[in-house]
């Protein structure tokens, strides 16, 4: 797969679970599911290479760390698949999973 299609593959995923998990309740999740989708993140994430990842690592952060601060108010902070989506963010966490402040390169 050419790397673009990859990076497109990569951030279209992370960006449908960031708002598959968003403001979810425990009984609205299949934790199965998220196990899954994550270790399929956390793959594709890791077949990129690292130039490549620190491109985009900022906004990786801000989108997969809002998604882990949802899980984490769902399943806990040690959690396996809280765990995973922390490998993926090299900066700190947004603050709450509504921590939308960092404006997108498109929206200038």
Request: hydrophobic share 35%.
């Amino acid at each position: 797969m050419h790397s673009y299609q990859q990076i497109y593959e990569f951030g279209a995923s992370a960006g449908a679970f960031e708002g598959y998990v968003y403001h979810k309740k425990r009984d609205d999740v299949d934790v199965d599911a998220l196990a899954n989708w994550v270790g399929n993140l956390v793959g594709a994430y890791a077949q990129l290479p690292s130039d490549v990842r620190n491109e985009f690592q900022t906004s990786c952060d801000q989108t997969l760390g809002r998604a882990t601060r949802s899980v984490a108010s769902l399943l806990s902070e040690d959690h396996n698949i809280v765990i995973q989506l922390k490998s993926m963010v090299k900066g700190e966490l947004p603050d709450s999973p509504d921590d939308f402040q960092k404006r997108k390169w498109f929206a200038k």
